[in-house]
């Protein structure tokens, strides 16, 4: 079976790209084998500081020969285009066959593509792929005018053993930077030999550890996983959970060798969350916790060298760097402590929301009055929401934040604590900036809830208002982030109606508060955000198995609902439609509507006026029209309660009723009177379900 090996060497990749890296050089390297007709068995690539890699198998040696025709002009046709033609193929006219087809005589050409060798066209594609590579940043350096990540210095491309050189120039003139490709490469930075050469991918793996490098990011992450909870269990201790330190420290290191070490006791007196953060963001140390979840005073930093001595010097220096990291840390603490919270608050007038939305004392302004008028829907008291609301975002300007800006929220939480504020509303300034992602936790109190509502309707109104939108991938703000955490909130219960809160807000930001110039157009802005949290709904909903089309039914006659409501309306619609009973009746509505729009556009009218009993003729359509009549206050009752399962099943009994009327009774007859009062019994029935949902929406089940 065939084998190939490729790898460039350069300086360190950020441990942030590198995941992305090696799934896009096997995408791009899949890609350009398929445009070049070349088949393979498996593909697999790596990644380590210093080397992205790439081992296939399977790959076919030479391509497949070609055989194609080529129906080219007319024998007739401008000397130009003959021309034109007999270049692309590398035939001479007479070479040509001149075929004769009902359009005339055309050149026909038979082209026989002998396959190229694969070792002829991989550096090909290399190169392609180096100067192609999607790099988040990249840089130049000396004369070159391409870009990579850090600056190469050489690669391998080894083919079943076999070298397959080629220079990869940086600048397009050959004077500037250059890869050279061979079978040569090298270790560890400060453990490993300087260059050795590689046979094949086993040879080049074994060659590797050898010279203290570990190619698989999987095996370096088990190996780390598996050292650090070693020096946990041995303290009685376990690791404080942090998957994102240890993917990063995965990309940081080549040969990881884990240490343990101490923090000094004086510090142990600062939040856990300083401290875990100031190892965490500076250091990269994990933490340890003890069998309560207390922090422990130990650290475990991952060395990329193999320590003389067992690392105790190496433990004793990075003890004295996290000693003056934490020195500084409470310095922060204490001064901060030495000014009250809304003394902190009166500084945010010399913060920026956004230049165009104003200042943050103006953010909180808004957020206090949307916060008050929010409490109740949610369940928390105003006065203390619109209270604790005016020192949510007053940890901003302190020293620690402004040091650690992971900590926001988190130490105007602490600080509201130590200032002797209720412990609700210490902890919902914390809570406010929660769910910080998709899978985050929420608010785990109506007060944070309230909060962290008030916040982001804030902020998402006011980017609207001024024109600031997501586009594309395009979201510099965070917009779609912030409507999901908006809708996940909601869900949770509450009869806040959002559009309210929409409109509420965009009055405030006409106000003096913020946005000085007049908004061009407010029902513009309002339908914008309607059209964006819908489609928000739809992306998020859909995730949990929910059609788009059922969302978008449900929220034309439900946009104005509570959102836990309109949830409920969506999944009783979702489970009728998808029902025996639902597929009829949707036949049975859509015939229905199509008959009355049809007749609508012919007149130029809406059929809407009230049925006639005594022109009902028919026993089918006297029992749907009563039918109808019967269970509109039914419907109305129901839909009051949001009880829409016992909606649903009231819908479901009028199935056989239309199906009845369909096949007894004629609409369009000729006496007028009569078809009329028949199509505004359709449009009863019509304006009846849509009541429930825009059934026009809602696509055919299969």
């Known amino acids: 079976m065939s084998e190939l090996l490729f790898e460039i060497l350069c300086e360190e990749i950020p441990a942030r790209m590198q995941r992305r890296a090696a799934e896009d050089l096997k995408a791009l390297f899949i890609e350009r084998l398929e445009a070049q007709q070349l088949k393979v068995g498996t593909v697999e690539t790596y990644v380590t500081p210093r080397r992205l890699a790439l081992h296939a198998t399977g790959l076919e040696i030479q391509q497949q020969d070609v055989a194609e025709e080529r129906r ?6 401008p000397q130009a285009a003959i021309e034109g033609f007999l270049a692309s193929t590398g035939l ?6 001149h075929r004769e087809t009902p359009k005339g005589t055309f050149l026909f050409a038979n082209i026989h593509r002998k396959g ?12 392609n792929i180096i100067a192609a590579f999607p ?3 990249s840089q130049r350096w000396a004369l070159g005018q391409k870009t990579w990540v850090r600056p190469a210095h050489s ?19 050959g004077d500037g930077p250059v890869i050279n490709f061979g079978n040569q490469t090298q270790g560890h930075r400060f453990m490993g030999e300087a260059t050795f050469p590689v046979k094949d991918f086993a040879d080049y793996q074994t060659q590797l550890k050898k010279n203290y490098v570990i190619l698989s990011a999987e095996e370096r992450r088990t190996l780390i996983t598996q050292q650090i909870m070693k020096l946990a269990e041995d303290k009685g201790l376990s ?3 942090d998957p994102g330190l240890l993917e990063e420290v995965t990309g940081l290191v080549e040969w990881p060798e884990a240490h343990l070490g101490q923090i000094d006791p004086e510090f142990m007196m600062l939040p856990k969350e300083v401290l875990i953060t100031s190892m965490r963001v500076h250091q990269r140390y994990f933490a340890l916790v003890d069998a309560q979840g207390q922090l422990a005073p130990y650290f475990i930093l991952i060395s990329n060298i193999k320590a003389k001595d067992g690392g105790k010097t190496l433990v004793q220096g990075n003890e004295r760097v996290l000693r003056a990291r934490l020195a500084d840390a409470k310095f922060f603490y204490q001064q901060d402590q030495k000014v009250s919270l809304q003394e902190h608050a009166k500084k945010l007038q010399h913060i920026v929301f956004h230049d165009r939305l104003g200042g943050m004392a103006e953010k909180v302004e808004r957020v206090q009055l949307l916060a008050q008028e929010i409490a109740p829907y949610l369940g928390a008291d105003s006065h203390l929401s619109g209270e604790t609301a005016k020192l949510i975002k007053a940890d901003l300007v302190t020293g620690m934040v402004g040091e650690f800006p992971e900590l926001q929220g988190v130490m105007g939480s602490y600080y509201a604590q130590l200032e002797g504020y209720p412990k609700a509303a210490a902890e919902a300034i914390a809570a406010h900036y929660l769910p910080k992602g998709a ?3 929420l608010p785990d109190s109506a007060l944070g809830g309230t909060l962290a509502l008030a916040d982001r309707i804030d902020t998402l109104v006011g980017f609207f208002a001024v024109g600031i939108r997501p586009t594309g991938s395009k979201d510099p703000f965070a917009l779609r982030r912030i409507a999901l955490a908006i809708i996940r909130i909601l869900e949770q219960g509450g009869e806040l109606k959002l559009a309210t809160f929409f409109e509420k807000t965009l ?3 006409q106000s003096h508060l913020a946005l000085q110039k007049e908004i061009p157009s407010q029902l513009e802005v309002l339908d914008q955000l309607k059209a964006f949290i819908l489609d928000r709904l739809k992306v998020y909903w859909r995730e949990q198995g929910i059609r788009h089309d059922t969302i978008t039914a449900a929220f034309a006659v439900g946009h104005h609902d509570a959102l836990y409501v309109l949830k409920a309306r969506v999944k009783a619609l979702e489970n009728f439609i998808g029902s025996s009973e639902g597929i009829n009746l949707l036949a049975g509505y859509r015939r229905a509507v199509n008959i009355v729009q049809i007749e609508e556009r012919k007149e130029g009218k809406k059929y809407s006026e009230p049925v006639q009993e005594s022109l009902l003729e028919v026993e089918a359509e006297k029992e749907l029209y009563q039918a109808l009549e019967s269970r509109r206050s039914f419907l109305e009752t129901s839909l009051q309660k949001h009880d829409f399962r016992s909606v649903m099943n009231e819908l479901s009994t009028l199935r056989p009723l239309i199906d009845h009327y369909f096949e007894t009774v004629t609409v369009n007859t000729e006496d007028q009177s009569l078809r009329a009062n028949r199509l505004n019994t359709l449009a009863m029935m019509r304006q009846t379900l849509e009541k429930v949902a825009d059934f026009s929406q809602v696509e055919e089940r299969g």
């Open 92 to 97: 001479s006219f007479e070479e040509c066959l």
């Open 155 to 173: 690669g391998i491309c080894l083919f079943n053993s076999e070298v397959l050189p080629f220079s990869f120039h940086f600048n397009e003139t």
């Open 507 to 509: 009055a405030l930001y």
């Open 116 to 127: 190229r060798p694969t070792k002829e066209i991989l550096p090909e594609i290399f190169s």
């Open 239 to 241: 690791i404080y959970p």
């Open 439 to 441: 899978g985050d936790l």
């Open 135 to 137: 790099w988040p940043k």
């Open 72 to 77: 080219g002009p007319r024998v007739d046709a």
